[in-house]
């Protein structure tokens, strides 16, 4: 095939890095290598049973055919429910729909809201898919950084300053994917104060909110601020909440017009999620929180534990998460230091030295947008961690 057959969409994208690396990790793993695959971000809970009897059902049932392509009014009702308990807020069905993940329902979201010319403010670091999915919708992602020694904390009066009348949207994620740092009341307040000044959208990535370790309740822009309903989307889904990631399940709430015109997107590409995917998520929404609240408690333990094994470690620092199941330590004391001629320039050879040396999967901050870190996903049993960062250390030791 010639270069020139792809078109420029296609020639311009890359492959997920996070997905890329877990899919080179495990086909090491099944060659025999004895790797430690903190790459990918998907819990290694299995999927409760109450859920899986739930699809089983739907197959017995014979519900196997195309359902409406927002979803179905089960599900549509078992998210509203969840938004009116977790958050206080009150959708009807029209400001909902169902798409095949929480990665879908944005590429959509952002296939039906941005054009060319548009921008979208994103803080730093970043989930790797955010600017991706901006610039296949032909927009321009804006970063914006957040530093470490604020806790990854939104500094909202630089934010304003980055805001021109060609904002269409900012993109919030709290608990962060790759720094697990949860925004502030007060920046939720603050952001909520300058979205009510301008004309732009904000899109609240809510993925990880039921996973944090200081027992409050999820909170975001929205529940602080109800008034906003015209500008906020709620974008969230079963995947990391009920360790469903396969099941391909997300959703979006938002104002009725653009969830309509989002829909039709939808209709012209993957039509309806599964069926049987849909009857699991409603069993999962409306049944108890029990699972999560064990999973929450092995996911802390794990994270007080790698914490501290990363800050032992000379040179390495690391903001306490204070959610999702990921670790995000400046590495960058260790750059420009080598090894058997090898030189660790950056984020990617680093990460590319800890898997041939140390047989170690993690993911180079750079995807994230942070090249002086790296990230680990702590998704993974307790020896692994213990196992993976004696590796690491000893990796990190013999670099001069
Ligand atoms: N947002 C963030 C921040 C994530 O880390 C993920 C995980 N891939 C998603 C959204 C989407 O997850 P999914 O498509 O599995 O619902
Ligand atoms: N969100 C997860 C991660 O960051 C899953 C992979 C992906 O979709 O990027 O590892």
């Known amino acids: 095939m010639s270069k020139g057959a792809l078109s420029r969409r296609a020639r311009k994208i890359k492959p997920s890095p996070t997905l890329s690396i877990d899919a080179k990790a ?43 392509v927002g979803g179905i009014v089960e599900l549509k009702d078992a998210v509203i429910k969840r938004l009116k308990d977790d958050h206080g807020l009150s959708y009807s069905r029209q400001e909902i729909v169902i798409s095949c993940g929480g990665k879908h329902a944005l590429y959509n979201l952002a296939q039906a809201l941005f054009d060319k010319g548009d921008e979208v403010i994103i803080p730093a670091p970043y989930w790797v898919s955010y600017p991706p999915i901006v610039e296949l919708a032909g927009a321009k992602p804006v970063i914006i950084e957040t530093r470490e020694e604020d806790g990854f904390d939104l500094d909202v009066s630089a934010l304003e ?22 925004f502030s009341a007060k920046t939720l307040r603050q952001m909520g104060n300058l979205v009510q000044n301008h004309n732009c959208y904000v899109i609240s990535d809510d993925i990880y909110e039921k996973i944090r370790f200081d027992g409050k309740k999820p909170v975001n822009l929205l529940s602080l601020n109800p008034k906003l309903k015209e ?14 990631t396969g099941w ?23 039509s ?29 333990e794990r994270r007080d534990y790698i914490v501290k094994r990363l800050k032992a470690i000379p040179d390495v620092t690391c903001v306490k998460p204070q959610g999702a199941f990921y670790a995000f330590p400046n590495v960058s004391a260790y750059y420009f230091r080598g090894y058997k001629g090898r030189k660790i320039t950056n984020s990617i050879a680093l990460c590319d ?22 990230r680990f996903s702590f998704a993974t049993s307790m020896e692994n961690i213990a196992k993976g960062m004696d590796r690491f250390k000893e990796a990190l030791k013999k670099l001069s």
């Open 26 to 68: 495990k086909a090491m793993k099944s060659a025999g290598v004895d790797i430690i695959n903190f790459g990918v971000g998907e819990p290694d809970f299995d999927t409760p049973g109450y859920i899986k009897k739930a699809a089983v059902k739907a197959i017995q049932d014979g519900f196997t055919k195309y359902t409406p």
């Open 161 to 182: 300053k980055m805001i021109t009348p060609r904002t269409k949207a900012i993109i919030l994620n709290s608990p962060s994917n790759p720094t697990g740092s949860v």
């Open 231 to 244: 500008k906020v989307f709620i974008l969230n889904g079963v995947s990391k909440t009920y360790a469903m």
């Open 248 to 270: 391909r399940i997300g959703y979006l709430a938002g104002p009725a017009d653009i969830i309509s015109a989002l829909t039709n997107i939808q209709s012209q590409s993957t």
């Open 272 to 300: 309806n999620p599964t069926s049987i995917a849909q009857k699991a998520a409603v069993a999962a929404l409306n049944g108890p929180d029990s699972f999560i609240t064990k999973m929450v408690s092995v996911f802390k």
């Open 353 to 374: 030295y800890l898997l041939e040396e140390a047989r170690l999967a993690v993911v180079p901050g750079v995807a994230f947008g942070d090249d002086r870190h790296i």
